[in-house]
């Protein structure tokens, strides 16, 4: 795996650099929500598609990590509240 080179993936529609092709749950929340809270009532969900990793689509739970492609890979980051 490279860990030297730029990679491009895009988050909720929009283009961000990143400099490692494995990306944990935490890290694309993060990307997706900078400085979000920590309440515990807050639960975030993470799909993609276009990735390297096999499956190339799919959810990736908390604690889960994914393989992206050098450019191109797509993640859907979305917060809701427990009810």
Do not use: R, W, Y
Request: hydrophobic letters at 35%; a negative charge; glycine letters at 6%.
């Amino acid at each position: 795996m490279a860990h030297d080179k730029e990679f491009t993936i895009i988050v909720n529609g929009t283009e961000h650099k990143v400099s490692t092709d494995l990306l944990t749950f935490e890290a694309i929340v993060d990307i997706a929500f900078p400085n979000h809270p920590t309440d515990p009532n807050i639960v975030f969900s993470v799909t993609f598609e276009h990735a390297h990793s096999k499956p190339h689509q799919g959810t990736l739970a908390a604690g889960g990590k994914v393989t992206i492609k050098h450019h191109g890979t797509i993640f859907d980051v979305t917060q809701t509240n427990k009810s």
